[in-house]
């Protein structure tokens, strides 16, 4: 399919010192995306990556608030276009699939197409990376229903209506997370799109912690669980207070049956508190959930403030 003449492309490079490999990412994608504009949004590098980009051909904007999150955000608010594509600075993905991409992202008229990365070099996917990964998409697809394979990859192709309806709040690598359950809660058309995933070149650092960016995100699918599944959130805390006070009060309610008294007078208060914050914590997740559902409307009728994807004129 060739992609429309008139479809603004913006090619989005979040980089936090890159200057290894900013220089090759700008020239890939101007290559194959000549009409496209190549933005790199410098997070605070302390190297040449700003001045690489911009020699490149690049535009470079600054962004000083530290975090991935925090460039995708400034990326989406300032940045005009009809298809964006995002993808990291330290040329691990083949900016070879890029039409391909965003030729699926028009055609199909999806809002989100994810580049899935398959790789067989050991330095690009390390095994405890790829066991992160499963596990957080499987949880995920535990709390939210139908899901991605690899939902934190960084090669991703948004419409126009996703970016300008995505509130992040993420401020570091939980991002793709949050970009991933935006998705799934508006019920957007989405696809996946197998792309190979290369090693960082000679010289390159990469700048995911395993442990604590794994954690990071794991709290962040919690966090989400709660703001977004309220009620299955407050009621499972709730069924365990109330089962709780049932196995404790049990005892006290035979023996008062038998003897018509209440020998241990703390626990049955205790059992009363716990049947008491039992319910109190369902009430709160079933007003939450009517909250959350006002909300959701509120971010759908943003999605569809503006036009789904152009689709190719067929002559």
Do not use: W
């Not at 913006?10 to 290894?20: F, K, Q, R, S």
């Not at 298809?83 to 991409?101: C, N």
């Not at 965003?102 to 580049?115: E, H, I, P, S, T």
């Not at 049955?268 to 909250?291: E, N, R, S």
């Amino acid at each position: 399919m060739t992609l429309p003449s008139t479809t603004r492309i913006a090619i989005l490079v979040p980089c936090y010192n890159e200057a290894v490999t900013i220089a090759a990412i700008v020239r890939d994608f101007q290559a194959c995306l000549p009409q496209a504009q190549v933005y790199v949004f410098d997070n605070n590098s302390s190297d040449d990556t700003a001045r690489i980009a911009r020699e490149a051909g690049a535009i470079v904007r600054n962004v000083p608030e530290q975090g991935k999150g925090s460039v995708v955000r400034r990326m989406f608010a300032d940045i005009e276009a009809d298809a964006y594509i995002m993808v990291d600075g330290d040329d691990t993905y083949d900016a070879s699939m890029a039409p391909q991409l965003v030729a699926r992202l028009l055609q199909d008229g999806l809002d989100m197409v994810v580049g899935n990365r398959v790789s067989t070099e050991q330095a690009a996917y390390r095994p405890g990376h790829r066991f992160g990964n499963a596990m957080l998409t499987g949880c995920v697809s535990f709390l939210f229903g139908r899901t991605f394979t690899d939902i934190l990859s960084g090669y991703r192709v948004f419409s126009r209506r996703y970016v300008k309806s995505f509130a992040a709040h993420s401020a570091g690598f939980e991002i793709e997370t949050e970009l991933t359950v935006h998705s799934l809660e508006l019920r957007m058309p989405v696809a996946e799109v197998a792309t190979v995933y290369k090693s960082r070149p000679e010289g390159s650092v990469s700048k995911l912690n395993t442990y604590r960016d794994g954690v990071r995100i794991l709290s962040t699918i919690l966090r989400l669980f709660k703001s977004e599944r309220p009620l299955a959130f407050f009621s499972l805390f709730a069924v365990v207070s109330m089962l709780l006070s049932v196995i404790l009060a049990e005892p006290l309610v035979q023996t008062y049956l038998q003897t018509g008294l209440v020998p241990r007078l703390p626990t049955a208060v205790l059992c009363a508190a716990l049947m008491l914050f039992g319910v109190i914590l369902l009430v709160c997740g079933i007003i939450l959930d009517a909250v959350t559902k006002g909300r959701i409307e509120q971010k759908r009728f943003a999605y569809l403030a503006h036009p789904a994807p152009a689709l190719p004129v067929h002559e």
